[in-house]
């Protein structure tokens, strides 16, 4: 099979982008159709006529942000056959990056936008439900015993990380990861 | 041994209380020093003089609820002796309440003010630094085989948990302590 090259970006996709790669560097309210516009290299009528509202921008922008954060890493690491090697992958993917980078400022500029907008805080949660979802049926396909209480504090101690980490940069993940990989190493028959 | 009355509250005290009271109430940036007055019944002079500013009477009253929060919770827990039944009525502690609780909603405002106030986020890094260290050295004392994975694992998956649950109130506990009671249970002789 050749090699298709992919097609050039859709205006939409060039003012989503835009969006995402705004807001952490400018804050979830400095993200506005003027910059967006410049950023993008559109004019700023066409935001609206794309994705609505600025405020409906960043919520496309930020959860596809957030999605793929998650999800590109986790995937990468459920590639592996094995529960505790996929486990350990998972989580250097996604705790043991610089504190400072711009997807980690992303998800943290979403939850304090998520304080004060309920449609961001109810698209955030459910992609956490999938998230969730996603792993405890790999857990319960690669035969954890109890897939559940795994999926659900693996979830919340990434979260739970990834937040402390924001407010403390030197924290060691090694610990987290010895003892998230140790507890689904002792579900395997 | 008679009991004593505990002395009445001293003026710092009530100031404090009523900010924290505030918090959840009005949210971060809407606890002023006219309110805080209020409710406290002082003038609002003695606020300045007591407290310095309002933003740092924002913080101690923050990190000082913060702290009691987690530390009550934690403290009654371990009072047991049993590590999987001290673990286990912690997390009911800290993760069954009503996902409406002010001391939760104060908790989430105090993170989102982190994110524009580097005191703050230092002083509530440094609660949670306690908070693990005070877990660590329990789980030790009480013959746990890998005290530091168990402490830092237990921390973050409760700190992820309830902001997780702050964007999703249905979301369950019983899974959770599951996973954390197991991770404590298989480390024991």
Not at 57 to 79: N, P, Q, T
Not at 159 to 185: K, S
Request: proline share 7%; aromatic share 4%; glycine share 8%.
């Amino acid at each position: 099979m050749n090699d298709v090259p992919s097609p050039p970006p859709s205006t939409r996709e060039k003012i989503i982008e835009a969006a995402a790669a705004l807001i952490p560097e400018v804050g979830w309210g400095g993200v506005t159709s003027r910059r967006v516009a410049e950023r993008a290299g559109v004019n700023s009528g066409v935001i609206h006529y794309h994705v609505g509202s600025i405020g409906e921008l960043r919520r496309i922008a930020a959860v596809s942000k957030i999605r793929g954060f998650f999800l590109g890493r986790i995937g990468d690491a459920l590639a592996q056959e094995d529960p505790p090697a996929a486990v350990e992958l998972m989580l250097r993917g996604l705790c043991t990056g610089d504190s400072h980078d711009p997807e980690l400022l992303l998800l943290y500029e979403s939850l304090v936008a998520a304080s004060r907008d309920d449609q961001l805080r109810a698209e955030i949660a459910a992609s956490l439900t999938q998230l969730r979802q996603w792993l405890h049926d790999w857990l319960t396909e690669h035969g954890v015993a109890r897939p559940l209480p795994a999926a659900v504090t693996i979830t919340a101690a990434v979260d739970g990380f990834l937040l402390q980490r924001m407010l403390d940069p030197d924290l060691d993940p090694a610990p987290l990861i010895e003892g998230l990989t140790a507890l689904v190493e002792q579900q395997l028959p």
